[in-house]
């Protein structure tokens, strides 16, 4: 009897193997991420004020061909949320102070601004790895302590290699907070869509879109205010004596 070498064994156990990763992706795209990018989070009223001043810039910039008087432009939002009705504010005021005629009533020319919040139901993985804070301090004082028993008494005096690697791995990790957007609060599930429409009768003239994240405690900033009841009919009987 011939005995084939062992490893004549392990080609059926490959062949399998193989079929098995070959059957086990899904006839569907993958799921990938966007590259990497910032976005700001509204959290006072002076951030709808940078805002603010940044589309009255870039309307005065649109406008700039126009004669000065000639076409009022009428601001106004689509509803009465409180970030809208401050906002507003805000415009007028950052608009004329670019010198744009601004028009109490309806004109030709409208500018609107309209507010849609966004908020994602669905939950964040919770396989994500959860990074560990002060990672980068141990990292910064375990270098510098092992350069100081190595090194230190060749340059620095006793204690300030430690106090450097302090130094470092603060600045380290603060840097990493800034990068992460943990110092800002780190990004939520709720947002709000910001667009502006320069128009006039039946056409687009100009228009800007920007988006933010705000806390979800803040959304109802950005919701229509509820419509306050009528008072109630107060009914009065007159009183006739015999």
């Known amino acids: 009897m011939v005995r084939m070498p062992s490893s004549f064994s392990l080609v059926p156990a490959l062949l399998v193997a193989v079929l098995l990763v070959g059957c086990s992706n899904l006839d569907v795209p993958r799921a990938d991420n966007y590259p990497a990018t910032g976005q700001k989070k509204a959290r006072a009223v002076h951030h709808w004020d940078v805002?603010?001043?940044?589309?009255?810039?870039?309307?005065?910039?649109?406008?700039?061909?126009?004669?000065?008087?000639?076409?009022?432009?009428?601001?106004?939002?689509?509803?009465?949320?409180?970030?809208?009705?401050?906002?507003?504010?805000?415009?007028?005021v950052r608009l004329l102070d670019r010198g744009v005629v601004l028009s109490v009533v309806p004109t030709d020319v409208e500018l609107e601004v309209q507010t849609q919040l966004v908020q994602h139901e669905a939950t964040v993985p919770s396989n994500l790895p959860i990074p560990l804070p002060w990672?980068?301090?141990?990292?910064?004082?375990?270098?510098?302590?092992?350069?100081?028993?190595?090194?230190?008494?060749?340059?620095?005096?006793?204690g300030v290699a430690t106090a450097i690697g302090v130094g470092v791995g603060l600045a380290m990790d603060l840097a990493q907070r800034h990068t992460q957007g943990?110092?800002?609060?780190g990004p939520t599930r709720t947002e709000v869509l910001i667009t502006t429409t320069l128009k006039s009768h039946d056409r687009y003239l100009a228009g800007s879109a920007d988006m933010y994240y705000i806390e979800r405690a803040d959304a109802?900033?950005?919701?229509?205010?509820?419509?306050?009841?009528?008072?109630?009919?107060?009914?009065?009987?007159?009183?006739?004596t015999p």
Do not use: C
Request: cysteine-free; charged content about 20%.
């Open 51 to 92: 805002l603010a001043d940044d589309v009255a810039a870039r309307v005065a910039e649109k406008i700039v061909a126009w004669p000065a008087g000639e076409y009022p432009i009428h601001v106004k939002v689509a509803d009465n949320s409180s970030f809208n009705q401050g906002f507003l504010s805000l415009l007028r």
């Open 135 to 158: 990672t980068m301090l141990a990292t910064g004082v375990g270098v510098w302590r092992d350069w100081e028993v190595h090194y230190s008494d060749r340059t620095l005096l006793p």
């Open 182 to 185: 943990d110092a800002a609060g």
């Open 220 to 240: 109802a900033l950005y919701q229509p205010a509820a419509p306050v009841a009528p008072p109630s009919p107060v009914k009065t009987w007159k009183v006739v």
